[in-house]
C-alpha cells in the first residue's frame, strides 16, 4: 500500500482550512496531518509534523507566507513541497513566494480535482506545478528585476534545452523523449541546471531563467 502524502494546512481562515480539508481527507492517498492559522504557527507545525506538502496562505498575520516558506525551507535538512494558496495568480505576493522556494501556486477558487491533483503533483512527480501560470507571472513580475545572468554563460547546449523544456511543464521522460536521449542523462542534466542556477528545484529555475532574461522572449 503507497503511503498517503503528508499535508499541512497554513490559512487564517477558518472556514478556507475546513474546506481544504474536506476535499483532501476525502482522497486515500491524502492524509492532512495539521494546521495553522498563522505564519509562525506552520513553521512550528511543519516543524514538529515533518509533512510532505504545505498548502500555505500568501498573507497573514504574524508572519506572511513567503517568510514563512523562508523559514521552512531554512530550517530544515528535507523540508516539504509548499504550495501557495492565494486569491489573486498575478499577486507579486505570489511571485516573492515563488522566488522564496515555493514550488508552485494554486488559486482558491480552483476546484477540488486542481487542488488534489496539485498536491499530487509537487509531492511526487518532476514537473512543474501549472507551467503557463508561472511563466505569465514571471513574465509579468521579473521585468522589474534585472539580474546578472552569469550562470547563463556555464550551461552547455544540453543543458540551456533542458531548461527551456523543464519551463513548459515537461517530466523528465517527456523531455528524454523530446531530445531523444536516455532518462539518467535527462536527470543529470536538470541537477546541473540546479546547481548553476543556484536553484533548489525546477520552479526556482524557471524564475531564475526568466529574471536573467534566458526565457524572456522564449
Excluded at 500500500?1 to 499535508?7: A, L
Excluded at 501549472?130 to 505569465?136: D, E, I, K, L, W
Amino acid at each position: 500500500m503507497t503511503t498517503p502524502i503528508r499535508v499541512v494546512l497554513a490559512d487564517d481562515e477558518r472556514m478556507v482550512r475546513t474546506a481544504l480539508r474536506a476535499i483532501l481527507s476525502a482522497e486515500p492517498d491524502l492524509e492532512v496531518v495539521g494546521e495553522a492559522a498563522t505564519g509562525a504557527e506552520a513553521v512550528a507545525v511543519v516543524r514538529e509534523l515533518r509533512p510532505d506538502v504545505v498548502l500555505m496562505d500568501v498573507r497573514m498575520p504574524q508572519v506572511d507566507g513567503i517568510r514563512a516558506t523562508e523559514r521552512i525551507l531554512a530550517g530544515l535538512a528535507e523540508p516539504p513541497r509548499i504550495v501557495v494558496v492565494t486569491t489573486f495568480e498575478n499577486d507579486s505576493y505570489v511571485y516573492d513566494a515563488l522566488r522564496a522556494g515555493a514550488a508552485g501556486f494554486l488559486l482558491k477558487r480552483a476546484d477540488a480535482d486542481a487542488l488534489v491533483g496539485a498536491v499530487r503533483l509537487v509531492a511526487r512527480s518532476d514537473t512543474l506545478l501549472f507551467p503557463a501560470a508561472v511563466r505569465a507571472l514571471a513574465t509579468e513580475h521579473a521585468r522589474a528585476r534585472p539580474a546578472p545572468a552569469a550562470w547563463v554563460a556555464r550551461l552547455t547546449g544540453r543543458e540551456s534545452e533542458v531548461l527551456r523544456l523543464m519551463a513548459t511543464g515537461l517530466t523528465n521522460a517527456e523531455i528524454a523523449r523530446r531530445m531523444e536521449v536516455g532518462a539518467a542523462t535527462v536527470k543529470t542534466h536538470v541537477a546541473s541546471v540546479l546547481a548553476k542556477t543556484g536553484a533548489r528545484d525546477r520552479t526556482q529555475a524557471v524564475i531564475a531563467a526568466y529574471e536573467s532574461g534566458f526565457l524572456r522572449d522564449a
